[in-house]
């Protein structure tokens, strides 16, 4: 915030012909600059829903997260009990591992082929704007629907260990392989993601002068060069964006696992997310699914600012 | 860092917990004065059983003028989910239908009443309230019965040169080559997280003369009989006997080896669930033995929301619907059977109903426990690690032990 700097007089003392300076002005507050009021109207509606529905009932589970709650409505005081109880949970642990595993696998995939797709339909030929739709399509499915057909595509006699066998690798069901049934789901999620982060890819893409390639290109350099020196670079903004994103949304997953392999096998798939639901809707224990919720919370907010340091403090690349 | 970059990765992240929290608000409703709300889910299709149930409350408002009656019906999936939500948000119905452990792990969270002395309780199988009374207390009065005997596949049998049908654990595991030379598996295992493990896996150690708890209520999930019938499980499956996807994942019932007509017989379903897939092939058989003839049979049963504003009213319903000839309209409809003795259904002999009704006193749904759902959800992936081959069967057994123990200890 900065205020109008105060008006000096350097020149000669006023005779009686010259008007007297004016006094020097308050600083004026920032509600009081230009189109602050219009900016908070704007905002406010949003703020209030988000305090309303978001931040509010955020705080709601924080206190949960210290009680035992019974469906009859008695609320009792529980301590660090839910914390501790946790401490001692191998489902848990197991639980945070599986999403740590899917988060490493899904992240990277998805950012990996958002950049590769908006890089082949940058141009705006009339067959790249349909590719873009075509793209796009998965975003707008349901995943429940998409789901079933996945679970037809890596299940027994399905395409996808059909194609591995021609390969000489007889892996039977993905959806039943405790390895691979994670990076089965895996896929299906980077599949129903990679259509948005894709537009936020080509949004950036096209906002790169175009001029800068062609110097690169009179320079001599190669697409590769090209790509990893001035290309991607200038997404640097976007892929921490959307790395923010597909972490918090990856620590979240739930309908893929839920329609496809319902956290199995053994648990191989089983995440904090369907623990959660779990804990909550399926044995009522709010209390403790409120405590999972504040943990999950924390690592989500931990692995977003480590990703702001290691993407640098400059969000504009 | 300044406060700005700090603030929007925090604010980002609050969308994770929001969901949970969502939960606990709550909101002011009820169904007081003259009506009430039932909860009720499909015996036959979603169309059909509101249609049943708008000519049975015509006849209860009739009865009973200034009480409005209205009948809720819920898809069965996640059901529990629903009623939880509207729970904790003030917004439960009045009356809802439940079996025993649904029963039990409501009542245990204090959300139910007990079933208030108003209500008849005379002329009831023992077996039918016994399943919904928790110390001493009835929070269930009984509408339905059900029981899973065995169903075999008249076309798989036949193509396979098999005339007689398995009735033990021998019966079938001699069965099965014949079968698999034909290219088709004996059976169908379901231990999947989604299933409910009490119908699908408990029936087998209750077969092999174990238990998961005992009448103590103390958990016996490692017992010998246990370890046998998981065993047997495994051996079904390494040997290609039963589908190893089907035993492992939620795979939908249309795409399963049994909606594929590869399978020779099940164990996990109700026969006349199965119309759809084999239809008039249906063998009812009876329930497979290895020491001991016994297999999942639930009760269903309505019980009293706490939250209800109008109990009295709720009663009323619950006495009206549980008359015997209502009960034998409801269970006839939906194809199931009566807890009531004095309820006479009348299925014609020979259909797969009237056959599945000489297996009820077979039933068992397992001692009620508390925490018998959330015991049910390590067991599962336990039994799958012993049907993947990861663990032998004593070991998954152990683990499962040792899990369940913690959350008992809770």
């Known amino acids: 915030m900065t205020s109008l700097p105060t008006q000096v007089h350097v020149g000669p003392p006023p005779t009686e012909e010259e008007p007297a300076p004016a006094p020097a002005r308050a600083p004026r507050g920032w509600w009081q600059q230009h189109g602050a009021l219009a900016g908070i109207a704007f905002v406010l509606p949003m703020f209030a829903l988000f305090v309303l529905f978001r931040f509010l009932p955020f705080l709601g589970g924080f206190g949960l997260a210290f009680a035992n709650v019974d469906l009859g409505g008695e609320i009792t005081f529980a301590g660090m009990a839910n914390f501790q109880y946790m401490i001692h949970d191998q489902l848990f642990w197991k639980a945070l591992t599986v999403t740590l595993l899917y988060s490493v696998i899904v992240v990277p995939l998805v950012i990996v082929v958002s950049i590769g797709l908006a890089l082949l339909v940058r141009r705006g030929t009339r067959s790249m704007r349909i590719f873009r739709s075509v793209f796009f399509l998965p975003v707008i499915t349901s995943l429940v629907l998409a789901g079933v057909v996945f679970i037809w595509i890596f299940g027994d006699g399905g395409p996808v260990p059909s194609l591995m066998s021609v390969f000489g690798l007889d892996t039977g069901s993905w959806l039943t392989n405790s390895a691979l049934a994670l990076p089965a789901v895996a896929i299906v999620a980077a599949w129903s993601r990679f259509g948005f982060d894709m537009l936020v890819v080509l949004a950036r893409l096209n906002e790169i002068p175009r001029e800068l390639e062609e110097a690169a290109l009179v320079d001599g350099a190669s697409a590769w060069q090209r790509f990893r020196h001035l290309t991607l670079p200038q997404l640097r903004s976007v892929v921490f964006f959307l790395a923010v994103i597909e972490t918090i949304t990856s620590f979240q997953v739930f309908d893929a696992i839920y329609i496809m392999t319902s956290g199995g096998p053994v648990n191989s798939t089983y995440t904090l997310g369907f623990m959660l639901y779990d804990q909550a809707f399926k044995f009522f224990n709010f209390g403790y699914s409120s405590a999972v919720s504040i943990v999950l919370f924390v690592i989500v907010l931990a692995f977003t600012l480590i990703q702001r340091f290691a993407f640098g403090r400059d969000d504009n690349g | ?410």
Do not use: H
């Open chain 2, 1 to 410: 860092m300044s406060m700005r970059r700090f603030i929007a990765p925090l604010a980002a992240c609050l969308l994770v917990s929001a969901p949970i929290a969502a939960c606990s608000s709550s909101d002011d409703a009820g169904g007081g004065g003259g009506s009430i709300t039932v909860r009720v889910y499909p015996l036959k299709s979603e169309a059909d059983d509101k249609a049943f149930w708008a000519t049975q409350v015509a006849a209860f408002e009739k009865a009973n003028p200034g009480i409005k009656v209205t009948v809720d019906v819920q898809p069965w999936k996640d059901r529990e989910t629903i009623l939880v939500t509207q729970i904790t948000g003030n917004k439960a119905p009045d009356v809802a239908y439940m079996v025993p452990d649904e029963l039990r792990a409501f009542q245990a969270k204090g959300a139910l009443e007990p079933i208030p002395d108003s209500v008849p309780k005379d002329g009831y199988r023992p077996a039918a309230l016994n399943a919904t009374t928790v110390d001493s207390k009835v929070y269930g009065a009984p509408i339905l019965m059900s029981v899973i005997p065995g169903t075999c596949d008249k076309k798989v049998l036949t193509a396979a040169g098999i005339t007689t049908p398995p009735a033990t654990w021998d019966d079938l595991m001699a069965i099965a080559p014949k079968l698999k030379e034909k290219g088709f598996y004996a059976t169908q295992l379901d231990a999947t997280q989604a299933a409910a493990i009490n119908t699908t896996f408990y029936p087998w150690v209750w077969q092999a003369g174990g238990d998961i708890f005992d009448q103590g209520g103390n958990l016996t999930v490692n017992s010998p009989q246990a370890v046998k019938a998981l065993t047997y499980w495994t051996n079904l499956v390494k040997q290609g006997y039963a589908p190893k996807a089907e035993a492992t994942t939620a795979v939908p019932l249309d795409q399963s080896a049994m909606a594929k007509r590869k399978v020779a017989c099940e164990f996990n379903i109700e026969p006349n669930l199965l119309e759809k897939q084999w239809g008039d092939d249906r063998v009812v058989i009876p329930p497979l033995k290895d020491t001991v003839q016994r297999t999942y049979g639930t009760v269903g049963a309505y019980t009293i929301l706490k939250g209800s504003k109008n109990k009295a009213a709720a009663a009323k319903w619950i006495s009206f619907v549980t008359q015997p000839q209502v009960m034998a309209a409801v269970d006839k409809f939906g194809g199931y059977f009566a807890p009531k003795t004095t309820a006479n259904l009348g299925y014609a002999p020979g259909t797969p109903a009237a056959e599945t009704e000489k297996y009820l006193d077979m039933g068992y749904t397992g001692p009620a426990v508390a925490k018998g759902r959330e015991v049910q959800a390590v067991i599962a992936p336990e039994v799958q690690a012993a049907v993947l081959g990861q663990k032998t069967p004593e070991q998954a057994l152990q683990d499962a032990s040792k899990n369940a123990q913690q959350i008992l200890s809770r």
